[in-house]
């Protein structure tokens, strides 16, 4: 599977996003408008059935993609802009994995993830701060430059949920890579992180920019994680 390239995210999981919102969107309106909320609810009818054979499909797309004890990477230079990868994600965690760990990028309290998963029953999420700033509020925070402790937190976190199945995600790889004083740094880190993984029963998702690394550094990556695109 190494090296591979799996189609997760295409046009058709976009169709179906797009079609959820415009239900989210339907289903507020008739809250408010008397007069047309028939000829609303008729569209929502219509449109249900199509977005539950869609999901279906694309339900088993995911499960015959994601394996426990593999990890993945992400180009958000394709996703980030359209919301797919987040969208992905959720939909990861709500229906697959109620555990996880997610060292974001940006503050918990702020990240889309978090406020949308917030509304989920039943998902135990920890997240921490990939920030050099110390102490915020209720989440943990770990430095960038400090691979070593981000290693330490994905081992502990893995030991801790035993054989339970969960999802980590590692976001902020362009920054980890800025911060790090030699390539072959953040790369051993990654594949001992990989490794970890490989002995558990989660899976590691790790989206990053790939416009941010050079050809040889992905070919690097690409060599040892499972790219879903």
């Known amino acids: 599977m190494k090296g591979s390239n799996i189609k997760a995210l295409d046009s058709s999981e976009i169709y179906k996003n797009l079609l959820n ?14 007069i047309q909320s028939q000829y609303i609810k008729n569209l929502i009818t219509k449109y249900k059935d199509q977005i539950i054979k869609i999901e279906n499909i694309l339900d088993k ?46 503050n918990p309290q702020n990240h889309y993830l978090m406020k949308m998963l917030s509304l989920k ?48 995600l590692l976001e902020g790889l362009e920054t980890i890579k800025f911060f790090a004083d030699k390539k072959e740094d953040w790369l051993r880190y990654l594949t001992y992180i990989k490794d970890q993984i490989s002995t558990s029963k989660s899976i590691l998702l790790i989206p990053f920019k790939y416009s941010a690394f050079t050809q040889e550094e992905l070919g690097l990556l690409k060599g040892n994680f499972i790219e879903i695109s």
């Open 21 to 34: 919102e415009l239900l989210n969107d339907l289903e507020n309106l008739t809250n408010y408008s008397v």
């Open 121 to 168: 029953n039943g998902i135990n999420v920890k997240y921490v701060w990939l920030t050099n700033i110390k102490n915020v509020g209720n989440f943990d925070t770990v430095s960038p430059s400090n691979m070593v402790e981000i290693s330490r937190l994905i081992s502990d976190y893995l030991k801790n949920i035993k054989d339970q199945e969960s999802m980590i």
């Open 61 to 106: 797309k995911i499960m015959q993609i994601l394996q426990f004890s593999s990890s993945y990477m992400i180009n958000t230079d394709k996703f980030e802009e359209n919301k797919v990868y987040n969208i992905f994600i959720i939909s990861i965690i709500g229906k697959y994995y109620k555990n996880g760990l997610f060292i974001l990028k940006e």
